[in-house]
């Protein structure tokens, strides 16, 4: 009894310790951006903005996040898919963006290099696949080593937003948002921003494009709240400039006025926006009739719970022709595309 005693208490010893030295070496070298990063854009695009602009955002769930996944943040038992699977993925996704031809692309959860997406730097791959367009990344995930699950750690991410632009743009800008889950978790989770780019138009104004990935897992709907308000606070300082402001990115809330269509909608921790979350001059765009995000508790079916919560806001001085989710029966992603196509009063 006693061998098994001491066996115990140096078992016990032994991951007391590994957790001491993970919560230690994360604290360390946890990921602190300023509030304000110059974002570096790859590319030389000559395209001149024309009348009609088509603008498509997309959360490509680090090309890991198919139909034939679940996910253990959901509840599901995958932390990382085969390197098959997510080839097939990343080639999938790449094939859509082609057909979609937009003027601009603005993608969430791109990984440039992460253990669960096999190492491949997925900036410079869908970079390659639309080689007319310049692209900017900004950071929002990085961790040396994410300690969960314990059976089987997800390890190594460096993941964030990437923006395609078919034109030429003046600069790009990582905004941090504020919003943090206490420690330990704000070390090995996003450090969440938002991705700016200024398009000149021939006019002398410039149309901001702006990529968003709000807070996800917040249960009291507070964080999400926190990160509009900063995020309208910069798109309203723009407009008042007269210039144009179109507001792509996975909100992780549904738009207003939507109704889920799947019943117990509370037991996902839903929230729906507000109207008056934004300021004058500012509005939702969506389309509810196809869902754009699904669960990953299980493998997509026909039953799994689905919602819309990838959507766009735009100034007023900018005319909304069509805004549509590309369905795909989530084959590639936990997310669907949706594309706005827009013209410039």
Known sequence: MKKVIRIILILGLIFGLYIAGVLIYGTVTDFQPKELIDIRIEGNPSTSPDSTFTFVTWNIGFTALGEETDFFYDGGTTVIQTEEIVKKNRE??????????????LFQEVDSVAKRSHRVNHVDFFAESIPEHSHAFAVNYKVDFVPVPLYKPMGKVISGLANYSRFPSTNAERHAYPTQFSWPTSIFFLDRCFLSQRIPLDNGKELIAINTHCSAYDTSGTLVAEEIKLLMDFASAEFDKGNYVVIGGDWNQCPPNYTPQNPDPASYGEFILEEDQLPEGFSWVADPTIPTNRKLETVYT??????????????????VE??????????????????????LK
């Open 322 to 343: 069509r805004v549509q989710v590309v369905n795909h029966d989530f084959a590639f992603s936990d997310h669907q595309p949706v594309t706005l196509e827009f013209l």
């Open 302 to 319: 026909d039953s799994s719970y689905t919602s819309v919560i990838d959507h766009f806001v735009v100034s007023s001085n900018v005319q």
């Open 92 to 105: 999938g996704m790449a094939k859509i963006i082609a057909e979609l031809d937009a003027d601009v692309y």
